[in-house]
């Protein structure tokens, strides 16, 4: 896997990833052409401008887009550990399983710590994503209890309100 800036070429690829239900099994709903479109223009532009960011993700061997792997600032207000330094990613259904998640977070995980200085990355996701979180636990996050809660941006029938949180 490659981690890179984002290119027009990723666009297509990105809002048909956000547009598939089982790609967004465990967000509140998919995403709207327009509503992908504001995330791929603010995830390029911030990426451009700082050297934080959700780096786009290229398939060494195919040289296809993937999805995203990357370090954010979070403040989501009424959540006790904001503002924070988040690591996450988002890969197409058809990279699932293969270990490309693990491995590039290793490496965005180390670059937060030895390379930014970062002294604290955090985790968080649906409860029931027991995918993200096994990469969590794979990376050496640890889990924190005491930090979950429910997401103020998710309706509160949502199966996906309920999140769990890791931190280094």
Known sequence: MILRAWRQSDLAPW???NADSENLKYFPRIYSAEESLASYLRLRDLLANDELGLWAAEERSSSEFMGFVGLSKQDI?????MPCHEIGWRLDKKYWGKGYATEAAKVVLDYGL???GLTEIFSFTAQQNLPSINVMKKIGLRERPELDFAHPRIDDA???KWHVVYST
Not at 77 to 81: R, Y
């Open 15 to 17: 809002t048909a990833l």
């Open 77 to 81: 207000p009424g959540v006790s550990f």
């Open 114 to 116: 030895n390379d930014l």
């Open 158 to 160: 949502s199966p996906v």
